[in-house]
């Protein structure tokens, strides 16, 4: 018996290094969320969906507007829309111990919908039950909770991935992918053809604006904040006008009554390129975010 | 819980300690644990159902202790039919009732009269197939006097529900099990090292092996009529590996744990896919369900004795029950038919028992006949797993409809897609191993005999971390709903 024992145990134990070594080995090129929820608390937090996460390049952000140290924690829309969820998330990764940061807050009609019979239930939020909701930290790697829980692919996919979309040490989201014009046209059509279904169930939630208030509200005693809109492939834009055909008047009013900016550039869409019709290539999420910066550089007093 | 989860990663370490450390060394003591233990695995998923395991324990229990105090036939065998009504009563209430209230009122529907019957909103208790059948088959081996009623009833309720076989198998007999309940067990280290690589083996087989299959299984048949023919082949042979690395696999945990616990169960897989004919396979598939049919119904039924058209009407009878034992759906009859159909012939030419060794004993390869013989065989069953699969008839004739059309010949989809080639060739080790192991118990059984500790130890190694790096996370077992 007492040999068994101590066979036993010394196995487990070498097995167990060897997976505590693989989850070591974590990082962003293991999925799409890791490296954004295991590095350690962050400043000038950019919040949003995965819109967001592809289009604003921290780097790009901070060397124009120097002095801060911005990070992309921008996820999905069944992720982060505005909600008790996220803002607890956020609260979570916000390193409060840095002053004057500058927070981009990346709004459009679907992070203030859900697609619950009564849009304003809190508990019929999606994200509730998703990874954001239930895992304890988000700040700490090997981030076990989410490895064990959460981690969708195969755990070889830490050790070996060739996916070519990965996540930049700043938390923002580049794929390697080149994407040719028919297969992005294909990918275009079927997902306004998706979105067209998605706005027939979804429907605006005052409890997520008023979330999204919250988290302004919070956000605003470290640092400024500032609301941005992106552009979006301009079919796309029809759809999610039908969602919210008052979306800008909304936002627009929210951002004066709470005195901080409102940027929207989803006029723009032609003028920027995308994986589909959302999601913005490299290339164009670089000139977007000098944009994007340089409007906050305009607008600073 | 599952095996192939967290939780039970931490239970059964735990209840091992309590088992072996911590309780007072008696039988008493032991069981307690046992029956304990068994409800917290079962009440892990829904607790409200323990009260059917404990009626069905309880009535059965009943049944012996009253049979034994009686020699009135009547009397015998009325207390009988209380066992097959309560516990057949059970399962058809939740497994069937809405099959027959559907196909009653669709049966009139068809002769133009409109019925009306209400269908149950009710879940299906895991495993309720195979306890309500080992805790039957205790009552029936009583009233024939092949086995003594216990009057131990701590022995019997951890007889029918021990946690390992308690959801899905194998269903062992009262005449093995119960008696192992009354003895005072002592940790036997060989024991409990082969249960230790048993259960290595079966998580291999379900979480690699299967669960990476299960990803195209589900692809391939949830569009079957958008596949190719070749697509569709794929899908059918990724299924087969599917079901047996998830059935076999949870077979090999299942009696692995038990050893861990100086228990021993009858072997349930004997590497089917290794078959020579239909007779063969269904000598090795499930055995533990094979073999209970044959005694508590083939046989019953006059069995191979009588005249051939009895015979042939047995052999239907007993694989159509056993293809609606599954489940409560026109697919399982049909494939429980089709296994009947492929079986007749062997009958009439009186070759389903011509192989009852061992594939190619004593040889390194399957000699060529054997070989075409093998290969036939799993084509045939192959081809019934689509209705197995299937979620509906309509959708097997689909299924088939596609797979034998032109684009048969073609390369199918999927194939150089990484996760397909990770399952294919984990498909290949399954089949080595299972070759090289195809006399023993369970494929890893006589590894002692043939490699070093330090080879031992690195395959080990290795097999642990194959599971833990290509694993799927936690997909349930396919056999829980049955």
């Known amino acids: 018996m007492k040999i068994f024992l101590i066979k036993i145990v010394v196995f487990a134990l070498v097995i167990l290094s060897s997976i505590a070594g693989v989850f070591y080995m974590a990082d962003g090129k293991s999925d799409p969320f890791y490296k954004k929820i295991s590095s350690a608390k962050q400043s000038s937090l950019i919040l949003g969906s995965s819109r967001i996460g592809y289009a604003i390049k921290p780097s790009i952000i901070d060397k124009e507007l120097g002095n801060i140290q911005s990070f992309n924690y921008a996820f999905t829309y069944n992720t982060s829309p505005y909600g008790l969820t996220y803002l607890n998330s956020v609260k979570q990764k916000l390193d409060t111990t840095v002053e004057n940061q500058v927070f981009i807050l990346g709004v459009d009609p679907w992070v203030l919908s859900n697609d619950s019979q009564d849009p304003n239930d809190l508990n019929m939020f999606l994200e509730n039950k998703n990874f954001l909701g239930t895992i304890t930290t988000v700040n700490s790697h090997p981030n076990f909770n989410y490895l064990i829980h959460n981690y969708s692919e195969p755990y070889i996919k830490i050790l070996y991935n060739r996916s070519p979309l990965f996540v930049e040490d700043d938390g923002s989201w580049s794929s390697s992918l080149q994407l040719s014009d028919k297969y992005i046209l294909k990918q275009k059509k079927e997902l306004i053809a998706r979105y067209t279904v998605k706005q027939e169930a979804y429907q605006f939630s005052s409890l997520r604006l008023a979330y999204l208030k919250q988290t302004i509200s919070y956000l605003k005693t470290y640092g400024e904040v500032y609301l941005i809109r992106l552009p979006i492939d301009l079919d796309l834009l029809e759809v999610e006008n039908k969602l919210m055909s008052n979306f800008d008047d909304v936002l627009e009013h929210m951002s004066n009554e709470m005195s901080v900016h409102y940027f929207n550039f989803s006029t723009q869409g032609d003028v920027f390129n995308y994986f589909d019709a959302h999601h913005m290539i490299p290339e164009s999420a670089n000139r977007l975010s000098l944009e994007i910066a340089k409007r906050i550089k305009q607008s600073k007093p | ?482």
């Open chain 2, 1 to 482: 819980m599952l095996f192939n989860s967290l939780e039970f990663a931490v239970f059964l370490p735990l209840v091992f300690l309590l088992y072996w450390f911590i309780i007072p060394k008696h039988k008493k003591f032991q069981n307690a644990l046992i029956l304990t233990s068994s409800y917290v695995f079962y009440g892990w998923w829904d607790w409200r159902f323990l009260c059917l395991i404990l009626f069905s324990s309880i009535v059965d229990y009943y049944v012996g202790i009253q049979m034994q105090n009686t020699d009135i036939k009547k009397r015998r065998k009325q207390l009988l039919w209380l066992s097959v009504f309560v516990n057949l009563g059970v399962l058809i209430l939740f497994k069937y009732y809405n099959f027959f209230a559907q196909n009653f009122v669709d049966a009139f529907t068809l002769f133009g009269k409109s019925v009306s019957l209400s269908s149950l909103d009710i879940i299906l208790p895991v495993g309720i197939s195979f306890y309500t059948f080992q805790s039957l088959s205790y009552s029936i081996d009583v009233y024939r006097r092949k086995l003594e009623p216990t009057k131990d009833w701590l022995s019997f309720l951890c007889y029918v529900s021990f946690f390992p076989q308690l959801v899905a198998g194998p269903i062992e007999r009262a005449k093995n099990l119960l008696p192992q309940f009354y003895k005072l067990r002592k940790f036997n280290y060989n024991q409990a090292t082969d249960g230790i690589r048993q259960m290595l083996w079966g998580f291999f087989k379900k979480i690699v092996v299967a669960d990476n299959c299960a990803k195209y299984v589900n692809i391939i048949f949830d569009s079957a009529e958008d596949q190719s023919g070749s697509t569709l082949l794929l899908g059918a042979v990724l299924f087969s590996f599917q079901i047996y690395g998830d059935f076999s696999g949870y077979s090999d945990i299942a009696i692995g744990s038990a050893k861990l616990f100086g228990f021993d169960f009858k072997q349930n897989f004997r590497v089917p896919y290794f078959s020579r004919n239909i007779a063969e396979f269904w000598r090795r598939w499930h055995i533990s369900l094979s073999t209970w049919f044959r005694d508590y119904l083939y046989i019953p039924l006059g069995g191979s004795y009588g005249s051939k058209t009895n015979v042939l009407r047995n052999i239907f009878i007993i694989f159509i029950v056993s293809g609606f034992w599954h489940g409560a759906n026109w697919t399982f009859i049909f494939w429980g038919f089709l296994h009947a159909l492929f079986f007749v012939p062997l009958f009439l030419f009186n070759t389903n028992r011509k192989y009852l060794n061992t594939v190619s004993e004593n040889r390194f390869f399957a000699r060529p006949k054997e070989l075409l013989s093998i290969l036939y065989t799993f084509a045939i069953v192959t081809l019934a797993w689509v209705f197995f699969r299937a979620d509906n008839l309509p959708h097997a004739f689909v299924y088939f409809k596609t797979l034998f059309s032109p684009s048969l010949i073609s390369i199918p989809d999927f194939v150089g897609e990484e996760k397909m080639l990770i399952s294919l060739f984990f498909i290949g080790i399954l089949i080595i191993l299972e070759w090289f192991g195809r006399d023993n118990n369970h494929t890893l059984e006589s590894i002692n005999k043939h490699f070093s500790k330090p080879i031992r130890y690195t395959f080990y190694y290795l097999l642990v971390m194959i599971i833990f790096l290509f694993g799927v996370q936690e997909q349930p077992f396919i056999y829980f709903q049955f």
